[in-house]
């Protein structure tokens, strides 16, 4: 069974600084995808970033990266240039190829951006 | 676009009553997946359907069914209400699916059962 963890409840960051969430995962299949998403207050989900696992060069979105450890399982999110904005639950999740649309989500790590 | 609709957007039933949610997805989106939010069990994927068929389903009781109409909106109903099915119920809708397609999630319904 899939698995995904977030060590994090809760971390801070002040404003224009970087910031790092960590996630793992566990899977026995070889084709697989991991998310993050973002949930704010209005509670709905926003797709952050996403990398396929067969792909080894790391997804960026504007000031959003991801450090992708396939080997340690390991799915951490980079936020650079921190907002305001970014102030929400971020949610890690992974999803396999033949799953559908059935994700797997981590318990979520709750991001306050100070001003 | 519009995006993901999902009515009623909060709901308070009592124990043992049914609850029939709606979700209309992005014009075109085929597929439409529903998840449980809960504070204790995080989020969990409930089922999904495409055309009008259940794809996928997850690990609920027989009380959580829903479906897809042609025009692909959705319902979910849970019968029977218990306690601890309060919850934020999600709806996402996706063009032919994960992983061929993202999700885009709607802003849930919030039901609370007394």
């Known amino acids: 069974a899939q698995t995904v963890t977030q060590s994090q409840p809760e971390m801070s960051v002040q404003e224009a600084e970087t910031v790092t969430l960590s996630c793992t995962y566990d899977t026995s299949e070889s084709d697989y995808y991991l998310f993050w998403y973002k949930q704010p207050p209005s509670r709905q989900m926003i797709l952050v970033i996403r990398q396929e696992a067969y792909k080894q060069q790391n997804a960026t979105e504007n000031r959003f990266s991801v450090n992708f450890q396939k080997a340690a399982k390991s799915f951490s999110l980079k936020i650079s240039d921190s907002q305001l904005g970014d102030a929400a639950m971020y949610f890690c999740?992974?999803?396999?190829?033949?799953?559908?649309?059935?994700?797997?989500f981590g318990e979520g790590t709750q991001l306050t951006v100070n001003p | 676009k519009a995006g993901v609709t999902q009515t009623p957007r909060y709901l308070i039933k009592t124990r043992g009553q049914q609850v029939t949610l709606s979700c209309s997805p992005i014009?075109?989106?085929?597929?439409v997946s529903w998840y449980q939010q809960t504070p204790g069990q995080g989020l969990q994927f409930l089922f999904e359907y495409f055309s009008e068929t259940q794809r996928n389903k997850g690990n609920f009781p027989g009380r959580f069914s829903g479906r897809q109409f042609s025009n692909s909106r959705s319902e979910m109903n849970v019968s029977t209400l218990e306690l601890g099915d309060s919850a934020l119920y999600l709806c996402?809708?996706?063009?032919?699916?994960?992983?061929?397609?993202?999700?885009?999630f709607g802003n849930g319904t919030r039901l609370t059962v007394t």
């Open positions: 996402a809708s996706s063009l032919e699916g994960a992983p061929l397609s993202p999700l885009h």
């Open positions: 014009s075109g989106h085929r597929s």
């Open positions: 999740a992974q999803l396999e190829e033949t799953s559908g649309s059935r994700l797997t």
